[in-house]
């Protein structure tokens, strides 16, 4: 069975291809999000890179801040629950999600089987989002890409203390203006994200494991504040960015499997053979595989990218 999340963001439109609710063959990332051709893109990418039609597709759903303008999909679900099971896919063990994205930041907690407990969403501001990154990126006049590493070697980092970006993007070019390195900005505005979002984790309650999803979670100067701020390890997977698409294509699987698992109630098939049902409860209730083993693809020499995770 072939099934496919569409993550359509403010700013990026991610779709990932799953096989049997197990094996990635396909992905993409377009720059691109709702209001453009973006979506399209992006799952016109996804479907060339795993050499199948749209015919090929059983069921596809729709999640983040465009979903409802994707008129193509079978089934929406909110960015927290693809996000939740996305995750959860990728590190078993997780209790807190930490997920920041282009608009908003949000923090979600899970119990020891994954179901979601509780969750706190900031989207009234945009201190704390990766639109305050971008927007500091453009005053230093970098790409956003390359704020982990430049954070990486500061030596003094500065402290960025305004809550709004507005009086934020004042605050960096004042310490600019007084010959702060531009090492010790970005991290002072990488702990800065770090310090609006936390308070959200704390609210939820810190357990580990915790992670960090989405776009802003591959920055490790924000990762490496995030640490510091929480006192805990906070781990982060290269597919990150996709999380969201992927928490959708699983969540797509499992609602055909759910869909057949009534059917074959209703029809007297032998819904007592393992092969033929699935046990458990996923965070929004829908049926999860029995045995629950963490999310580890064949492994492939020569490469240290995305690549590793997908087989």
């Given at each position: 069975?072939?099934?496919?999340?569409?993550?359509?963001?403010?700013?990026?439109?991610k779709c990932?291809?799953?096989?049997?609710?197990?094996?990635i063959?396909?992905?993409?990332?377009?720059?691109?999000?709702?209001?453009?051709?973006?979506?399209?893109?992006?799952?016109?990418?996804?479907?060339?890179?795993?050499?199948?039609?749209?015919?090929?597709?059983?069921?596809?759903?729709?999640?983040?801040?465009?979903?409802?303008?994707?008129?193509?999909?079978?089934?929406?679900?909110?960015?927290?629950?693809?996000?939740?099971?996305?995750?959860?896919?990728?590190?078993?063990?997780v209790?807190?999600?930490?997920?920041?994205?282009?608009?908003?930041?949000?923090a979600i907690?899970?119990?020891?089987?994954?179901?979601?407990?509780?969750?706190?969403?900031n989207?009234?501001?945009?201190?704390?989002?990766?639109?305050?990154?971008?927007?500091?990126?453009?005053?230093?006049?970098?790409?956003?890409?390359?704020?982990?590493?430049?954070?990486?070697?500061?030596?003094?980092?500065?402290?960025?203390?305004?809550?709004?970006?507005?009086?934020?993007?004042?605050?960096?070019?004042?310490?600019?203006?007084?010959?702060?390195?531009?090492?010790?900005?970005?991290?002072?505005?990488?702990?800065?994200?770090?310090?609006?979002?936390?308070?959200?984790v704390?609210?939820?309650?810190?357990?580990?494991?915790?992670?960090?999803?989405?776009?802003?979670?591959?920055?490790?100067?924000?990762?490496?504040?995030?640490?510091?701020?929480?006192?805990?390890?906070?781990?982060?997977?290269?597919m990150?960015?996709?999380?969201?698409?992927?928490?959708?294509?699983?969540?797509?699987?499992?609602?055909?499997?759910?869909?057949?698992?009534?059917?074959?109630?209703?029809?007297?098939?032998?819904?007592?053979?393992?092969?033929?049902?699935?046990?458990?409860?996923?965070s929004?209730?829908?049926?999860?595989?029995?045995?629950?083993?963490?999310?580890?693809?064949?492994?492939?020499?020569?490469?240290?990218?995305?690549?590793?995770?997908?087989?």
């Open positions: 069975m072939i099934t496919i999340g569409i993550d359509i963001g403010s700013t990026t439109s990932v291809l799953l096989e049997d609710g197990k094996r063959f396909g992905h993409s990332l377009v720059k691109s999000g709702v209001g453009t051709n973006g979506p399209q893109e992006a799952y016109e990418t996804a479907l060339l890179q795993g050499g199948v039609t749209g015919s090929e597709i059983t069921c596809m759903a729709a999640t983040g801040y465009g979903r409802a303008r994707w008129a193509a999909a079978d089934v929406e679900i909110s960015e927290i629950t693809a996000h939740a099971l996305g995750n959860h896919l990728l590190f078993p063990q209790r807190t999600i930490i997920d920041i994205g282009g608009q908003d930041a949000k907690a899970l119990d020891e089987l994954g179901k979601m407990k509780n969750f706190v969403i989207d009234k501001c945009a201190a704390g989002t990766g639109r305050f990154l971008d927007v500091m990126a453009g005053i230093l006049g970098l790409d956003l890409a390359e704020l982990g590493d430049i954070a990486a070697k500061a030596e003094n980092p500065v402290s960025i203390s305004s809550t709004c970006t507005v009086f934020a993007e004042s605050e960096v070019i004042s310490q600019l203006a007084r010959g702060a390195a531009v090492p010790d900005v970005v991290a002072g505005i990488c702990a800065a994200v770090a310090g609006r979002v936390a308070p959200l704390k609210r939820v309650g810190v357990k580990d494991q915790v992670c960090m999803s989405g776009g802003v979670a591959l920055n490790e100067g924000v990762r490496r504040a995030m640490e510091q701020v929480l006192g805990t390890p906070v781990v982060c997977s290269p990150a960015q996709l999380a969201g698409a992927l928490g959708a294509a699983l969540f797509a699987y499992h609602k055909v499997n759910s869909t057949a698992h009534r059917a074959g109630h209703q029809s007297g098939y032998d819904t007592t053979n393992p092969s033929a049902s699935l046990t458990g409860q996923s929004i209730g829908l049926n999860l595989p029995s045995t629950a083993k963490p999310f580890v693809p064949a492994p492939r020499t020569g490469h240290s990218s995305f690549e590793d995770f997908v087989s």
